[in-house]
């Protein structure tokens, strides 16, 4: 399988360059493609070469997602059969200034991946978000069939964006996925180890729950989404024999995150804890003591069964993940 990564600089997408390197050494791998509007950065470069071998593929090929004649080509010169869409604008409080660019981003552009890939009759892989819930108070896990209830203008682009591929009729697994972290990039869990290792005293909300997400237990996940479509694929009749509705049948919207709850606040006191940085005092507030444009969801729990079943996912607990992540880092 030719596989198309874009976004390939963000956390999710240097994991699949992880998982890239694994396939690498299997004569029957898969080939992968990566993409983004910028380049890998040294630091960057050194992780991948630390963690994934000096064999890991650090190149990066431009493609901008919001044109669709660029996704086309690069599908065409390359023969993609999978794009794995790991590019977004996930700056939730700035999106709410910025809605166009993050229209364009989370709502276009996968519109756009949606339309070329069933030119080419391939598979999209898109990652989405948490975030397409948060309007009511939720206090069970959500379901894929519950509806989504945006309060800002990332989730709604988010949303927006799940709807314009479920529209094109292509070949699609959705994941929702929430809390994302790793070695990579900015997050919450390397922003901690931050603050906890130079401040004294930091404060944490206790009053949002949900449940954190290692990128390399995503992209492992999704490595089991192309092997499923993979055998698919060498079964399927062709494009000129297939009735309209004899379509991939593992097409929907998925959740994944790590398994088990916390808060944001129990999440901080699990790195602190682990990663031996007890100097400082970690206490719990609430939200209302962040102001923000934008009301984050106070339960955004994903359930996972459905992912598990279709695709046989195993889900580790977050905190055994956590503890994988940070040895890493």
């Known amino acids: 399988m030719n596989i198309l990564v874009t976004g390939?600089?963000?956390?999710?997408?240097?994991?699949?360059?992880?998982?890239?390197?694994?396939?690498?050494?299997?004569?029957?791998g898969n080939r992968y493609f990566f993409t983004d509007v910028t380049q890998?950065?040294?630091?960057?470069?050194?992780?991948?070469?630390?963690?994934?071998?000096?064999?890991?593929?650090?190149?990066?090929?431009?493609?901008?997602?919001t044109?669709?004649?660029?996704?086309?080509?690069?599908?065409?010169?390359?023969?993609?059969?999978?794009?794995?869409?790991?590019?977004?604008?996930t700056n939730v409080d700035a999106a709410e200034t910025n809605g166009e660019l993050a229209e364009k981003l989370n709502a276009t552009a996968p519109g756009n991946l949606a339309r070329a890939i069933d030119e080419a009759d391939g598979l999209l892989v898109q990652i989405s978000t948490d975030y397409v819930f948060g309007k009511e108070e939720y206090n069970t896990p959500c379901t894929e069939d519950r509806t989504g209830t945006p309060t800002g203008v990332y989730g709604k682009t988010k949303l927006q964006g799940e709807q314009k591929i479920l529209k094109t009729g292509c070949d699609h697994v959705?994941?929702?996925?929430?809390?994302?972290?790793?070695?990579?990039?900015?997050?919450?869990?390397?922003?901690?180890?931050?603050?906890?290792?130079?401040?004294?005293?930091?404060?944490?909300?206790?009053?949002?729950a949900g449940t954190p997400t290692y990128a390399l237990d995503l992209a492992n996940a999704i490595r089991m989404?192309?092997?499923?479509?993979?055998?698919?694929?060498?079964?399927?009749?062709?494009?000129?024999?297939?009735?309209?509705d004899d379509k991939y049948p593992n097409n929907g919207i998925y959740n994944f995150s790590n398994e088990g709850v916390c808060s944001w606040f129990d999440f901080a006191k699990m790195?602190?804890?682990?990663?031996?940085?007890?100097?400082?005092?970690?206490?719990?507030?609430?939200?209302?003591?962040?102001p923000s444009s934008v009301k984050r969801p106070s339960y955004s729990v994903l359930d996972k069964t459905k992912i598990k079943k279709y695709f046989g996912v195993e889900v580790p607990y977050w905190t055994d993940s956590l503890k994988k992540c940070l040895k890493r880092i």
């Open 174 to 208: 959705i994941i929702r996925t929430a809390w994302l972290y790793s070695e990579f990039g900015k997050n919450f869990c390397k922003s901690i180890l931050a603050a906890t290792s130079r401040k004294s005293q930091i404060t944490v909300v206790f009053d949002q």
């Open 225 to 244: 989404v192309i092997a499923d479509y993979a055998r698919y694929s060498q079964c399927r009749l062709p494009a000129d024999l297939r009735s309209y």
């Open 8 to 28: 390939a600089n963000g956390q999710l997408g240097n994991e699949m360059r992880i998982i890239a390197a694994a396939e690498a050494a299997r004569p029957d």
């Open 271 to 290: 790195i602190q804890e682990y990663s031996g940085q007890t100097y400082c005092s970690v206490r719990p507030c609430h939200s209302s003591e962040y």
């Open 40 to 65: 890998a950065g040294e630091e960057q470069i050194q992780t991948l070469r630390r963690l994934a071998g000096e064999g890991v593929d650090v190149t990066t090929e431009t493609l901008d997602i």
């Open 67 to 89: 044109d669709l004649s660029a996704i086309r080509k690069a599908v065409k010169d390359n023969d993609i059969n999978v794009i794995v869409n790991c590019a977004a604008y």
